[in-house]
């Protein structure tokens, strides 16, 4: 989790409303959504497919895309009961691709 990136205004105005300001970033994803935007820029087929195993090997957390579900669970644990004290962090939901740079 980092706060770099984080918008410290906006945290500091809504503070006073109790709201929590987090976000999700999201490492390289197994969506359809991500399937349609390499598909947007020409890439296709057995290129894709390349494409998505090569990454999926830089990922260091079990050499794969983020799932939609690891997604989904993280944006559920930032709304629920669970993360009442969470607030002003980005959560990485990217199997370590962030860190493995350090």
């Not at 820029?41 to 090569?54: K, P, Y």
């Not at 990454?55 to 079990?62: D, E, G, H, K, S």
């Not at 644990?77 to 962030?98: H, M, N, P, Q, Y």
């Amino acid at each position: 989790m980092s706060r770099r990136n984080s918008d410290p205004g906006l945290r500091r105005r809504l503070r006073s409303r109790q709201y929590h300001v987090n976000c999700i970033r999201i490492g390289f994803s197994d969506t359809p959504q991500a399937h349609q935007a390499y598909e947007a820029i020409g890439i296709r087929d057995e290129a894709l497919t390349a494409l998505l195993a090569e990454t999926a090997q830089r990922v260091p957390l079990r050499h794969e895309r983020t799932q939609p579900w690891g997604i989904a669970s993280a944006a559920v644990f930032l709304a629920s009961e669970a993360a009442r004290d969470v607030t002003g962090v980005i959560l990485s939901v990217d199997g370590g691709l962030e860190v493995a740079t350090l």
